[in-house]
C-alpha cells in the first residue's frame, strides 16, 4: 500500500454520495441494534434523479470538510463503525494508491508539517 489512512483526515467519508446496498444496511443495523427500517432511515437517505436511484449515507457538517459521513468521529478522524461499514468503504480507493493521500503527503512534505491538512 502506498498511503496511509491512520494519518489522513477521511477525506473519503467526505464523499457527498456514499451509496449503501441492502446488506451494508443490514450490517448496520445489527450493529446498532436496530430494526433494518430505522437504520436505513436514520443513517441514510434515498437520493433518486433521472439515472440514479441510490440509498446514500447521511452526512453532517465539519471543521475540516465541508461535510463528512455521520459516522466519522469528528476528533479522531475514525470510522466508529470499522466492523460495520459499508462494502464501499471497505474497497475504497480501488487499489495500491490514494490520490487525496499523494496529495496530502506531497502539501505535508512542502509545508515540512506532518499535521498540516490542505483545504479540500
Ligand atoms: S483511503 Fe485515502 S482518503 Fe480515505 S482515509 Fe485512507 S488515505 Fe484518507
Ligand atoms: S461508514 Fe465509516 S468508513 Fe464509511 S464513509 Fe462513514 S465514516 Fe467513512
Do not use: W
Not at 443495523?29 to 441514510?44: I, K, M, V, Y
Not at 461499514?85 to 503527503?105: I, M, N, Q, S, T
Not at 499535521?115 to 479540500?120: G, K, L
Amino acid at each position: 500500500m502506498s498511503f496511509d489512512c491512520n494519518v489522513c483526515p477521511g477525506y473519503c467519508c467526505s464523499h457527498e454520495r456514499i451509496a449503501v446496498t441492502a446488506s451494508d444496511i443490514r450490517r448496520l443495523a445489527r450493529h446498532f441494534g436496530l430494526s433494518e427500517r430505522a437504520a436505513r432511515d436514520r443513517l441514510t437517505y434515498a437520493y433518486k434523479t433521472k439515472d440514479i436511484d441510490e440509498q446514500i449515507m447521511r452526512h453532517r457538517k465539519d471543521h475540516i470538510f465541508k461535510s463528512v459521513c455521520r459516522l466519522l468521529d469528528p476528533k479522531t478522524r475514525r470510522c466508529t463503525v470499522y466492523a460495520a461499514r459499508p462494502a464501499v468503504c471497505r474497497k475504497y480507493p480501488y487499489g495500491e494508491r490514494c490520490g487525496y493521500y499523494a496529495f496530502l503527503k506531497f502539501e505535508r512534505d512542502f509545508h515540512d508539517d506532518p499535521e498540516f491538512v490542505p483545504s479540500a
